[in-house]
């Protein structure tokens, strides 16, 4: 699992391309800095916004690809990013305790294949609404800039709804508040 | 002279339009309203062609480019304006036209220009003028050089403006007190009395009957000779006076373009300067930007799951999947084990041994049987992330802010610098100034040979007029001796009387004129301004304006000139009207003259073009105003019920101008 080269491919490929393009005048700054990057927090977006992005191909436009050495770097995230989705995906897998089993016992096992698939189906969707928020009608760095702090200041409110690190570090030391 | 029409025949934008203007005694305004490029100029200067046969067009070819390209080689096609106009009891046509042919290499071919008249008395008699005659004719409605007063003539305002603005002697109000009251009929009439050897006491001179010793002869010739060198040095010093007065102007205008090229110089540094901060300030931006991309490429994963992961957490809780979990072993050793029958301490595991089935036992606390140690693996993952806290939010707005505020200082600086860009247009100022200091050194260095040339030609005329005024006293002496002498002594004496009279008339005259002009002046602009503009001429006609604030406003300059030309040509023409109406006989005034003006209103704001336009056909008998289109309603709107007539010029190309 997440040790084999990745492809973004069509409409995809172009949008993942655009992400990782530089955009100031210097063309060194980039809102994404690696196609790997769009990889881990595109599913969580996804997720999220309970969108999913059917691949699709284009001649025209070349694939872009991540190495399979560059996934096994950062399998961390990436099975800290799936183990949260199958562990909260209630449309995937309305049952809990599968859903456990999913994310834990049977997690990067052969039965974990159609699991992959919809992480793929989260990833294409949250490479589109970055796609759409962040790159769609910015033209200027100051755009750019503009449209990003928009999109972290919308889900700050709308999504995080004030949830910070240390509520998290409760959570975990001593279980669910009541 | 009251003009009826005028009829434009391929003079320039026209082919063929005729304008009728107002002769109605109240109504007597006709205004004609055009867009710039329409032809306002074009048609102002067809009075000027019509009459002296001249335009102040660069293009001295009058004819209609489009009537010229579509013209056939040696076939000759006819230039004619022609205006009808009153003047006393007699009605006036008055044609000028002039042939253009082609040449076959498309070249114009002008003809001279001819003038025709022709005149109809009360009697309904009409006669042709004689072609030797025509321009005099012309001269005796209107002299050309009072033309440019009663037809509004760029250039006289341009000259009658930088000689307000200056302060300086204006020779434009000398010329019209002298020109448009008829007093140069007598000041020509003083010059041939006296002034000149071939003046009348000059002739005199030459009458003296020489004595036996040749002595009048002498002295004769001497008091000629020194009369010619009074006058020289006397031309000479008027000479210097003139080119002292230019080369101080000259000085004070380099001083003044100095002062704006100090300013220039400063602005330069300021262009500079602001040119610096701008790129500080993009560095600063891209500082901050690139701040953003780190906080949100080292942040975003932990930001964006933080709802999920305490989703994961809350369910993770509810689920209770901790306490009974192995520690660090996998259930693969408790199969090898189990596979080896052996346990770890030794005991043997054979199947169905109690041993073997409590080893079996734990199975059940091992992953993959248990989740437990994965669960608390992944707890203790998330734990890990959001050690340290989320700060992207924080840290994004607060760099946005800096970057906003970055932006716009950048904005107001570029704006700055593009406005000095503007002002400072590209020049190298340290030269510049090096020039202009250049000429003020040349002017200075011009102005002290003058000045010491003028000082010992004053010492050499005194002396002079000492030497001739002792050789008079001579030869009148020695006169006295020959009866014909006695005789030219006494003529010379009736002379000088009554050239003395006249001069004395004539100055008296004169500043009565010019009184008489100054409080007309004002009177206009007591119209006009309330009181919060007037003007005094001096003897020497220098003139000044004094400024009074008007209702809390104060004039531009460029308004203020303009109004004073503006009243000055009013003045005049008020001025001729009244001496119409009380009849005088003095036939040194002449006839009532038209206002015929390229109306400069859009110089003045709205209140000024009211108090203006209710001012105009109180002072002029008939006005002809050619105004542009944005000021056309205004002007309607103010001059109201005098306007009898009105016209529109269309374009219809930049050749062609309709009237409509």
Not at chain 2, 163 to 181: C, M, P, Q, W
Not at chain 2, 381 to 400: C, E, F, P, Q
Not at chain 2, 531 to 549: A, F, K, P, Q, W
Not at chain 2, 609 to 623: G, L, N
Request: aromatic letters at 8%; a negative charge; proline letters at 2%.
């Amino acid at each position: 699992m997440f040790d084999k080269q990745y492809r973004f491919t069509g409409t995809h490929a172009k949008m993942v391309k655009e992400l990782t393009s530089g955009f100031d005048e210097s063309g060194k700054l980039k809102l994404f800095k690696r196609n790997l990057d769009v990889y881990i927090n595109a599913p969580i977006i996804g997720f999220i916004n309970k969108r999913k992005g059917q691949k699709n191909t284009d001649n025209d436009i070349a694939d872009v690809s991540i190495l399979g050495d560059q996934l096994i770097g950062e399998s961390s995230n990436l099975e800290y990013v799936f183990r949260l989705i199958l562990l909260l995906d209630e449309e995937y897998e309305p049952d809990k305790t599968k859903r456990l089993d999913k994310a834990f016992r049977y997690f990067g096992k052969e039965e974990s294949e159609n699991d992959l698939k919809l992480f793929d189906e989260y990833v294409l969707g949250g490479v589109e609404i970055f796609h759409e928020k962040l790159i769609q009608s910015s033209s200027s760095s100051s755009d750019y800039i503009a449209h990003l702090y928009d999109f972290i200041d919308d889900f700050n409110e709308l999504t995080n709804r004030g949830i910070e690190s240390k509520d998290i570090v409760s959570l975990c030391v001593n279980g669910k508040q009541t | 002279m009251l003009l009826k029409s005028i009829e434009l025949k391929n003079f320039r934008q026209f082919i063929d339009e005729k304008i009728d203007f107002s002769v109605d005694e109240y109504k007597n305004v006709t205004i004609i309203i055009g867009e710039n490029g329409t032809g306002k100029t074009t048609s102002a200067q067809a009075f000027f062609w019509c009459f002296y046969g001249e335009t102040s067009f660069a293009d001295k070819n009058v004819i209609n480019k489009k009537v010229f390209a579509d013209m056939l080689p040696d076939v000759p096609t006819e230039v004619r304006v022609t205006i009808r106009l009153k003047h006393g009891d007699i009605e006036y046509t008055v044609i000028r036209t002039q042939n253009y042919t082609k040449t076959y290499s498309n070249k114009i071919n002008p003809e001279n220009s001819r003038l025709d008249i022709a005149k109809k008395d009360a009697s309904g008699n009409t006669t042709h003028v004689e072609h030797t005659r025509v321009e005099n004719e012309i001269n005796q409605i209107l002299p050309k050089d009072l033309s440019p007063y009663f037809f509004f003539d760029g250039e006289i305002i341009e000259k009658m403006s930088k000689e307000i603005t200056n302060g300086k002697k204006s020779a434009s109000f000398a010329e019209a007190v002298s020109d448009l009251t008829g007093l140069k009929a007598m000041s020509s009439a003083i010059k041939h009395l006296g002034q000149g050897k071939y003046s009348v006491l000059g002739k005199f001179n030459d009458e003296y009957i020489s004595d036996s010793d040749g002595i009048i002869k002498q002295l004769s010739e001497k008091i000629d000779m020194l009369q010619d060198k009074i006058d020289k040095a006397n031309l000479r010093l008027n000479e210097i006076d003139e080119c002292v007065a230019a080369a101080e102007e000259t000085k004070e205008q380099c001083g003044k373009d100095i002062m704006q090229y100090s300013d220039g110089a400063e602005l330069q540094k300021d262009r500079e300067k602001y040119g610096r901060q701008i790129v500080e300030k993009k560095s600063l931006k891209s500082q901050m930007t690139k701040d953003v991309i780190e906080a949100f490429n080292s942040q975003m994963t932990s930001f964006l799951s933080i709802t999920l992961a305490k989703k994961a957490l809350d369910m993770l809780a509810d689920s209770e999947l901790n306490g009974k979990d192995i520690p660090n072993m996998h259930a693969d050793t408790i199969n090898y084990l189990l596979s080896k029958g052996v346990c770890i301490c030794g005991t043997q595991l054979n199947e169905g041994s109690i041993a073997h089935a409590k080893v079996c036992e734990y199975l059940n606390y091992l992953p993959p049987y248990s989740i437990g140690v994965s669960v608390s693996n992944f707890i203790s993952d998330i734990r890990g992330r959001y050690s340290m806290n989320v700060t992207l939010h924080n840290v994004v707005a607060d760099k946005l802010n800096t970057i906003r505020s970055l932006d716009e200082s950048i904005e107001n600086l570029e704006e700055e610098i593009n406005n000095i860009s503007k002002k400072l247009d590209g020049k190298d100022f340290n030269k510049e100034v090096n020039e202009l200091n250049g000429r003020i050194k040349e002017c200075n260095k011009t102005i002290n040979k003058l000045r010491v040339e003028h000082d010992q030609l004053l010492e050499q005329l005194g002396a002079d007029e000492r030497e001739r005024k002792f050789a008079n006293d001579q030869r009148q002496n020695l006169s006295l001796h020959d009866k014909n002498n006695r005789q030219v002594e006494l003529f010379k004496a009736y002379t000088q009387a009554a050239y003395d009279s006249l001069n004395e008339e004539l100055k008296a005259k004169e500043s009565e004129t010019r009184e008489k002009l100054q409080k007309t002046i004002n009177e206009i602009f007591q119209n006009i301004y309330n009181g919060g503009l007037s003007l005094t001429i001096d003897e020497r006609y220098n003139i000044s304006v004094e400024v009074n604030e008007y209702d809390g406003v104060v004039e531009t300059s460029t308004a203020q000139s303009i109004a004073v030309i503006f009243a000055f040509i009013a003045a005049i023409s008020k001025m001729a009207k009244e001496n119409k109406i009380n009849g005088s006989e003095d036939q040194s005034y002449s006839e009532p003259y038209p206002l015929v003006m390229d109306a400069p209103l859009s110089a003045f704001d709205k209140r000024r073009i009211e108090s203006i336009c209710k001012a105009i056909p109180e002072t002029a008998e008939q006005v002809i105003i050619f105004i542009k289109d944005t000021d056309g309603d205004l002007a309607e709107k103010f001059l109201g019920d005098r306007i009898l007539k009105r016209h529109q010029f269309q374009k219809v190309d930049e050749l062609h101008t309709n009237l409509i």
